[in-house]
């Protein structure tokens, strides 16, 4: 009996010690209980950001003053024009005829004012003889002056009418880049109440811009000047730079969200930026060169049951303990964030979130070796 009591003993205490031995191996050393990161010297960029819209500086919606049915293009999408140069011409038929009409109008006032003239003269002439009265001699004049008005509304109407048949010839008023084409050889243009678009000139593509709309939050960062990077589709992974030009003040209100129309001037020299394109905009409203960083993670970061110390806190692994420590933050790149006071110093180890636990099959291989 007394063996067996003493064989118990020594199991017993094989059992504490090797449980001691595991549940030390099972607490792990802080470093492995959370992730982190460490604190470094570099250089940090804030930037505001939205989408916008390339466009020419200067977009010409070219159209007619008049109606009629387009006869002759002259002109195709991405064509090269000059100032002046024909465009598209409408079937000028109707307007010669109105053109000829006003004519043959012209020269019928034009013999009615020789015969009031004749008149005039002959009454005047008998008036001076004692051989007609007075009032002759006014109804004469009258009849001339009527004549002579008959004529300048005539010249009107004809100077009306030549000028709507030069209208019938569309002309580009600026050089450019033919960008858009909305006719086509017999359409009919209706110019009633509101001026048809024909065709749409870019006058200089080397030179556009980008209308791109910024939230209110954000619109007090932004000044003429600043720099702009940005991005399109077309050309992934390709920076491109700008510069702020204008920030309109004319504010866009959709769904109580209120937004403020910033224009950035763009030099393509090499035109492979195409008018239309998305450009995914940012301004630099800020940056620091040389300074003290941290993830944007370690603001974020609580322990496990704790309450967080403040907004501005972070914490450190330091000696082998947490360390929470109140720092004052600067600008953010969205990634890292400066640190402007606090006790961190490079290459202090930042908390940044919970490490992955070990699996399970791990733990229970563990306890099978235990056992």
């Given amino acids: 009996m007394r063996k067996k009591i003493i064989l118990l003993s ?4 094989a059992a504490g010690g090797g449980y001691y031995a595991w549940q030390k191996n099972r607490t792990l050393p802080l470093a492995q209980q959370y992730k982190t990161a460490k604190a470094e010297k570099g250089d940090v960029i804030q930037t505001v950001s939205a989408n916008g819209t390339l466009n020419p500086v200067i977009l010409v919606n070219v159209g007619t003053q008049v109606s009629g049915t387009v006869k002759r293009l002259y002109a195709d999408f991405n064509d090269h024009v000059k100032a002046g140069q024909i465009l598209a011409e409408l079937d000028p038929a109707l307007f010669n005829g109105k053109v000829g009409q006003s004519e043959a109008n012209l020269a019928n006032a034009r013999a009615s004012l020789d015969l009031t003239s004749a008149n005039e003269a002959r009454s005047l002439a008998l008036y001076n003889q004692g051989y007609v009265a007075k009032q002759d001699l006014d109804a004469a004049i009258q009849a001339k002056r009527a004549s002579q008005a008959q004529v300048r509304l005539a010249r009107a109407q004809l100077a009306r009418d030549r000028t709507n048949l030069n209208y019938s010839i569309i002309r580009s008023p600026v050089s450019g880049v033919v960008i858009d084409r909305q006719i086509d050889v017999g359409q009919t243009v209706a110019a009633s109440f509101q001026t048809p678009t024909l065709f749409r000139i870019a006058q200089d593509l080397r ?12 619109i007090g960062h932004i000044q003429v000047g600043q720099e702009v990077r940005f991005t399109v589709d077309a050309f992934s992974g390709r920076f491109f730079a700008g510069r702020v030009s204008q920030v309109r003040l004319n504010a866009t ?17 090499e035109q492979i930026l195409k008018p239309g394109m998305t450009a995914y905009v ?3 409203i800020a940056q620091r060169k040389s300074v003290l960083l941290v993830p944007n993670a370690a603001f974020r970061f609580k322990p496990q049951g704790e309450q967080k110390a403040g907004s ?29 006071e606090g006790d961190v110093r490079p290459g202090d180890s930042v908390v940044t979130g919970v490490a992955t636990p070990p699996d399970e099959g791990s733990q229970s291989s563990f306890r099978m070796r235990m056992l």
Wanted: cysteine-free.
């Fill in 282 to 284: 940012n301004i630099v």
């Fill in 10 to 13: 020594i199991l017993i205490l």
């Fill in 253 to 269: 209100v959709q769904q109580n969200v209120v937004t403020y129309d910033v224009v950035v001037s763009v030099d393509n020299p």
């Fill in 207 to 218: 030179n556009m811009q980008i209308d791109s709309s910024f939230a209110e939050a954000d």
């Fill in 312 to 340: 501005g806190t972070i914490y450190l692994i330091r000696n082998g303990k947490l360390a929470a420590v109140q720092v004052s933050a600067g600008i953010t790149d969205n990634k890292m964030t400066e640190i402007i």
